[in-house]
């Protein structure tokens, strides 16, 4: 039985499946679903993993936030004198440093992609040149394109739920709308890619289901979003390279883009945040390491604390 037949089976969406398969953590709810539908004991095929008791500061920042603005409509209207959350001290908001690729293994990662099917390798050539959510990417149609000026405009995403399966959504913001030039490399493999799915049309035939979109399935259907995650770790496991998953690739543009000098408004603009400060709040480190470097830059070649000392005439 694959994923699909047992999440039909049991009533499950296929990503449930497929996180469980993963090594996941899923409900006990869903545990129990899957352990009795393949008969086995579900206290020998899952661990159950006890919550934490203690609320991270993000959350409670968010509840804090929830609680005063009803506080705050109170005051307005009459029903209390002064809002009391507005003197509670919150806890400091734990900022953890996006880990990401070196350019080394990014370097090592594109040279094993020549031997990977060129859909997977048109997809993750886009992650790293482009820097696209995985949405945008999968949400990409072949109009979109722009051959000739090699110009990639990013108009939609493509996103799964449950009760809808696979469907066409709006970007994350009105920023997200954006069109990127991208090396003519990247449009070679693009190329690449539209040959094949034209002979994959030629060869179906009506059983070709026409989307427009650059990346489906073996029926032109829209791929799956779970489907570039899964196919990465294999082929990371399979490569003996470090997984980091596929949203690791958006950083490591970002990172590129910041070292190579870039200032915050074009690295904004390029990864399509809705407000410079998102930029900032996420890669203020690397920011900061690109400024340090530009100002040793600037002092190697002003060759200051090294020029000969002259003394004044008495």
């Known amino acids: 039985m694959d994923q699909k037949q047992l999440a039909e089976l049991i009533g499950l969406g296929r990503s449930t499946i497929s996180t469980a398969c993963r090594n996941e953590e899923i409900t006990q709810a869903n545990a129990k679903k899957i352990a009795k539908a393949l008969g086995r004991d579900y206290a020998s095929m899952f661990e159950t993993i006890t919550p934490k008791t203690a609320l991270s500061p993000k959350t409670i920042r968010n509840y804090h936030g929830f609680v005063s603005s009803v506080l705050s409509y109170a005051v307005r209207m009459g029903m ?132 427009q979109r650059l990346f489906v399935n073996a029926f032109g259907d829209p791929m799956h979003p779970n489907t570039p995650y899964s196919w990465l770790k294999n082929f990371c496991k399979e490569t003996g390279q470090r997984f980091l998953g596929v949203h690791q690739f958006r950083h490591l543009n970002a990172s590129l883009l910041i070292n190579s000098g870039a200032d915050v408004r074009t690295v904004s603009a390029s990864l399509g945040h809705s407000q410079v400060t998102t930029t900032l709040n996420i890669y203020a480190h690397t920011f900061a390491e690109a400024q340090a470097r530009a100002a040793e830059s600037i002092a190697a070649k002003l060759d200051f604390g090294r020029r000969p000392k002259v003394q004044a005439m008495a």
């Open 80 to 211: 209390l004198q002064h809002n009391p959350a507005q003197n509670v001290t919150l806890p400091h908001a734990e900022r953890k440093e996006k880990e990401c690729y070196s350019l080394e293994e990014a370097q090592a990662f594109l040279v094993s992609l020549e031997s990977a099917p060129v859909k997977y390798r048109a997809f993750f050539v886009l992650a790293i040149y482009g820097g696209f959510r995985r949405g945008e990417i999968l949400g990409l149609e072949w109009p979109d394109l722009d051959f000739d000026h090699c110009v990639v405009s990013i108009r939609r995403t493509s996103q799964y739920l449950k009760e809808r399966g696979v469907f066409t959504d709006t970007t994350k913001t009105v920023q997200s709308q954006r069109s990127l030039k991208l090396p003519v490399e990247v449009f070679d493999v693009l190329k690449q890619l539209r040959a094949e799915q034209s002979l994959a049309r030629l060869q179906l035939g009506d059983q070709w289901h026409d989307s």
